[in-house]
């Protein structure tokens, strides 16, 4: 039986991919998260962790490199989804540092230690190294992103992934770890956090229908324009992914956009969310504090690539999503989970 090992495990990607792996494998998962993470995405699952049900927790932090090197030694994973960043782009121009650190030599970490046993003992797993879309930045206006388009970071964040990205494909060139990255476009759904636009506007919605808020939505900028999909979706891609690098079907450090298919201008996406609101008063507003010093601002994406290795494409309807969405937000704040507003 195969062990899957998942990084970033209580964020919205890691615990949909923990849920995908049980429904749809029979793979054991280690879910590795930091001490005192937040458990609200993975509660679901706790009765299985405490069974060891298939599932089980390691407490490691990406920056603690022999915390890593235990895991590494004692679990040796046929499979590692590395979902674990700092993946905030606004929060990463407070804490840029951090961001580099963790997102750069955490993915280094991981690698590294993969390394090192290769060399030993031939240790050889597949390595889905996840990179981001915002590696493109301020994409030209009428480009359609492709693999080869040339980077242009925009934030900390989206420098610290073009590092982790560069890592993925270094490893898998240089040493012929099955590496291989993701570069996801938007995406969101149930449990997507709220430092997010979609997921921030979602939830203010929420806390006004609870009478929590007053009916003003406060967003950011709003003249972006990009691609939407179901991280349920990117979910599936990832782990088909796998299975090909498994097989020796992709080449070693291979980048690959994954990216909905349905486009939306930021206010399109905010009169269909209060389209789904039983209030018909709610406001929008422009909160200066929600503003970034530059923004990835156009991001239209081809998913040509990824098409000629797996039999994928999105299938959860965008409209869907943000009502998936709306319901999750609506479900947390029912049961006393109130979010800090930002």
């Not at 915002?134 to 992934?161: C, M, Q, W």
């Amino acid at each position: 039986m195969k062990t899957a090992l998942i990084t970033g495990f209580t964020g919205q990607v890691g615990s949909q991919m923990a849920d995908f792996l049980l429904e749809n494998t029979d793979y054991q998962v280690i879910g590795m998260m930091r001490w005192q993470e937040p458990m609200d995405n993975i509660y679901h699952l706790s009765d299985r962790i405490n069974k060891n049900d298939r599932i089980s927790v390691y407490y490691a932090d990406l920056n603690d490199y022999s915390s890593i090197q235990k895991l590494f030694e004692f679990h040796r994973p046929d499979v590692i989804f590395h979902l674990a960043a700092q993946s905030f782009p606004k929060t990463s121009f407070e804490i840029p540092i951090e961001t580099l650190q963790t997102n750069i030599i955490g993915t280094a970490n991981i690698l590294e230690n993969i390394r090192i046993l290769k060399q030993k003992d031939g240790y050889e797993p597949v390595v889905h190294v996840c990179s981001s879309s915002e590696v493109y930045g301020r994409a030209k206006v009428g480009v359609k992103l492709n693999e080869d388009t040339p980077f242009h970071g925009a934030s900390p964040y989206s420098i610290s992934k073009i590092g982790t990205d560069y890592l993925g494909r270094f490893y898998g060139e240089a040493y012929g770890i099955k590496t291989y990255v993701t570069r996801m476009g938007t995406h969101s759904g149930p449990r997507r956090s709220d430092v997010f636009f979609e997921s921030t506007v979602a939830k203010q919605i929420a806390l006004i229908e609870a009478g929590l808020q007053e009916p003003v939505i406060k967003v950011g900028n709003l003249s972006s324009v990009r691609t939407f999909q179901d991280c349920r979706d990117a979910i599936r891609a990832y782990y088909l992914l796998s299975l090909e690098s498994e097989k020796g079907n992709v080449p070693c450090g291979e980048a690959f956009n994954i990216a909905g298919e349905e486009a939306f201008k930021l206010p399109e996406v905010i009169e269909i969310l209060l389209g789904f609101s039983t209030r018909k008063d709610i406001k929008v507003q422009e909160d200066a504090e929600r503003l970034r010093p530059i923004d990835a601002d156009y991001q239209m994406f081809d998913n040509t690539k990824i098409k000629s290795f797996i039999d994928w494409k999105p299938e959860i309807p965008a409209r869907k999503m943000f009502e998936d969405l709306l319901n999750h937000w609506r479900k947390e704040i029912s049961m006393g989970r109130i979010p800090l507003n930002r």
